[in-house]
């Protein structure tokens, strides 16, 4: 047992380390405790039956509901257990596989209409909920209604994409299905017309072109939802299955809850879903630190995976175990970038901008935090998980082309142009900023990096940011593997500019040509040249240095001796893939 006397000390040392540097590791845990000591663990020993899996994570879940869920990560957890979408993808260890969309409760990925303006889903047979009865249209259309709903507001796709009629203010005339006003005459009318059901058959009918409607239907959001088992707000943590496993009792916020099989689920119903474990022991309220114990330490724990990403200060001690600890690692949802103030003197000139992106030195940046292996230099916005990924732009290496960038500023005869950085503090970001800060004045740039500590995004967004700050840092991650989740929401001045800020386009990037070339390629029909046309959108945005990416998120997973099946899915923003997970006993 000295191998794990080691592992314990060094997870002790690096609880220190990180309480020291203020960085979060989660839990209650004593990092001045003996090693192994059960004093200085938060949590008890995991024990349970064989074939029992467990999971770990700090948490809180802040929602079972369908409609209300907005982490990938727990959409992914959700889909393989118990809540099944229309589509979905499958899944698999290598990228290339967990990019596969399939149909899921339907036949296959739906048919569009000529102009994909209405799109058509057929149920599969067999599909039930939990209490016997049939997965139907109508429970398809009451999710969409729910989804509408202030009561349930979701990520909005229903709201962009149904043919509603919409108000001045831009919400739904539909007013979603609670009270006299959502079962009134009109409103039924309202979300029938845009959601039809004709037997097995579900027809959306849409406002726009959308050929990537076949992914959205795999969104949380647009899952079906049984009207008679909605309680509202009292339903949060409520869990009515359609697959292979179901909630025994209560789910306990910031505790946790057992998942166990669902008997009413069929096989043969589902092609995507292959259950492992017997029971899945949820646990929530778990520190990383004491996760790596509890796993280090035997029986129990050998049968245990973490949820959350291990923090960057235990990735060498959980990495240099010598036994019983296994890790996985998959690129994350989010990319940090920064936006360039179009409105700003400096930022408004092409030159200063592709000077600053080319005089960027993402290797520092990444070094400081934490290394490679919590995040890796980024070229784009797309990231390798969706289809318009694409060869860099600006590529004179990840730390940069100082020389490069020094002519570009010579050529707009600027000097040493002063420029302010707006980004969100903390001990890893402040020195994140101070490295990409040598990294710009080494080139003549004047850099005065300014922390916003309260309401960051709100701070930036607003109609003074564009006054204060020349650039802006942010970080952003595709809710399902398309360019169409990512470029539009955030340089479309259409949704986002007003008079009240800029919305999500933080650098006021204004442009009708681009506008133009990303409703061109949204309404694409042709995959391979929608593809190819998203590429060149996001090209002309890189090549002009309207952004600048920095870093991908880089997830890392550990799982005890006797898990199988230890994947991670970058598609689902870089989480433990639980539709794989087993155990070997």
């Given amino acids: 047992m000295s191998h794990v006397r080691a592992l314990l000390t060094a997870l002790a040392a690096a609880a220190v380390a990180a309480a020291s540097a203020g960085c979060e590791v989660g839990g209650d845990t004593d990092p001045t405790a003996e090693a192994g000591d059960p004093a200085g663990s938060s949590t008890t020993a995991l024990s349970g039956p064989q074939r029992q899996l467990t999971v770990l994570a700090q948490g809180p879940v802040l929602t079972w509901d369908p409609q209300r869920m907005t982490s990938r990560q727990q959409a992914l957890f959700a889909g393989r257990t118990y809540l099944r979408t229309l589509t979905t993808y499958r899944p698999a260890t290598d990228l290339a596989g967990q990019k596969e969309l399939v149909g899921d409760l339907a036949t296959d990925t ?74 009134s005459e009109k409103a039924t009318k309202l979300i029938e017309d845009a959601v039809r059901c004709d037997g097995r058959k579900v027809t959306f009918r849409l406002s726009e072109p959308v050929p990537t409607f076949a992914a959205v239907v795999s969104t949380t959001e647009l899952a079906p939802y049984k009207e008679a088992q909605d309680e509202r707000d009292d339903g949060v943590y409520s869990v009515f299955s359609n697959g292979p496993y179901q909630l025994e009792g209560q789910w306990v916020p910031s505790q946790g809850g057992t998942w166990v099989p669902n008997p009413r689920w069929d096989a043969e119903s589902d092609e995507v879903r292959d259950p492992g474990p017997e029971r899945i022991d949820h646990r929530e309220g778990v520190s990383a630190v004491d996760a ?50 179009m ?63 020094a002519e570009r500023l010579k050529k707009a005869k600027k000097t040493s142009p002063t420029v302010r950085v707006a980004y969100r503090p903390g001990e890893r970001a402040d020195a994140a900023m101070k490295a990409l800060e040598a990294g710009w004045e080494r080139v003549g740039f004047e850099i005065e990096l300014k922390p916003v500590g309260d309401d960051y995004f709100a701070t930036i967004s607003g109609a003074d940011a564009a006054e204060d700050y020349d650039v802006f840092w942010s ?33 006021y990037v204004a442009s009708k040509n681009l506008n133009r070339d990303m409703d061109a390629a949204a309404a694409e029909r042709d995959e391979d040249k929608r593809m190819t046309r998203w590429q060149e959108v996001d090209q002309g945005l890189l090549e002009t240095g309207r952004y600048i990416p920095l870093a991908q998120q880089r997830n890392t997973f550990v799982a005890g001796s006797e898990v199988t099946g230890l994947a991670a899915n970058a598609v689902f923003g870089g989480a433990l893939e639980t539709g794989l997970v087993g155990v070997s006993r």
């Fill in 475 to 507: 970080s952003w991650g595709p809710d399902y593997p398309s360019a169409a989740t990512v470029l539009p929401l955030l340089f479309d001045d259409r949704i986002n500019i007003s008079d009240a800020g800029s919305g999500r386009d933080y650098g």
């Fill in 292 to 341: 790596v114990r509890l796993m280090a330490e035997g029986e129990g724990g050998s049968r245990a995976a973490l949820l959350d990403p291990l923090p960057a200060g235990l990735l060498d001690p959980v990495r240099e175990s010598p036994a019983r600890l296994q890790t996985v690692a998959a690129d994350g949802q989010l990319v940090d970038y920064l936006a360039p103030n």
């Fill in 110 to 183: 739906g048919k569009p209409n000529k102009d994909a303006t209405s799109w058509t889903f057929t149920l599969r047979e067999g599909v039930t909920w939990q209490d016997g009865s049939a997965v139907t249209c109508e429970d398809v259309r009451y999710g969409v209604a729910r989804s509408l709903a202030t009561e349930t507001a979701s990520t909005g796709y229903a709201l962009t994409y149904l043919d509603i009629p919409k108000k001045p203010d831009g919400s739904s005339e539909y007013p979603g299905p609670y009270g006299k006003a959502g079962q």
């Fill in 343 to 405: 409105r700003s003197e400096v930022m408004k000139e092409q030159e200063v901008r592709v000077a600053l992106a080319l005089a960027t030195d993402r290797q520092a940046y990444v070094e400081a935090l934490g290394g490679e292996a919590v995040s890796t230099p980024a070229w784009s916005l797309i990231g390798a998980s969706l289809p318009s990924a694409h060869e860099a732009v600006l590529d004179r290496g990840p730390s940069g082309d100082p020389d490069a960038a």
